[in-house]
């Protein structure tokens, strides 16, 4: 059986909302949502069934019908781990579309990646790539997620445009996939500020490849559906 449609999500500032405004957008589809990291359960209402360290009959029953299904592997602190490789195969097959988030970011808005992030299999279609701007003016000690992976910073060193840029293209060389097969998200875009230094950075970075946009899921996410799902079935 031919996998489904397959998006890694990666970054911070928004990953899991964006997920599941993603998913949301599917009400006539089966929609697997895990990880290939960490996440925290996605229960019902969310979520139409939540399978923790669920067999591969269960996985199959779940995505027999329409419907969010959130499975993973029981993890600490309440959160679940990624699925067994067999596991996530075969809930790719029987899913219409697979969402999974594949890094964590420690509810930091920014965040750069050590070896072995993200966590993306072989075989995604797309990568969205989410960036919060709530980061800007703070010091990257306390906005950006392994800040000390950049040798530049100071703890001191504040976040501008420049600090997001770096931070966005970090993320896309990480992913391993093209550029046009990247989707950058700067959210959280709820100041004039914020969104100057997001059109600065969209500029430069549309010019290598990967699409860009700028909002707020917070404030008004009707644009991420058309916007992702229009690249997943053009790609």
Known sequence: MKPSPCI????????????LTLARACPSQRVLITTTTHIYPVPPP????????P??????????????VCAGMAAKEGKLSGLPEDLFSLGRSFADITLYEADGSRQHPLKLHREGEPMIPAGCDLCLIVLGLSALGQPVSQAVHRWQLCP??????PVSAEVLLFCARE???????????????????EGTSQLAAAQE??????????????????????????WVLGHLHSS
């Open 8 to 19: 890694a999500i990666i970054g911070s500032g928004g990953k899991t909302t964006a997920m």
């Open 46 to 53: 969310e979520s139409r069934e939540l399978l923790v360290n």
């Open 55 to 68: 067999s591969a009959q269960q996985l199959k029953a779940a995505l027999s019908r329409p419907g969010i």
């Open 152 to 157: 530049k910073w100071t703890e001191e060193t």
């Open 171 to 189: 993320a896309l060389q990480s992913s391993g996939l093209p550029p046009e097969n990247c989707l950058m998200l700067f959210n959280q875009a």
């Open 201 to 226: 950075v969209s500029r430069a970075l549309e010019q290598e490849g990967p699409s860009c946009r700028i909002g707020s899921l917070k404030e008004d996410a009707s644009f991420l559906a058309p």
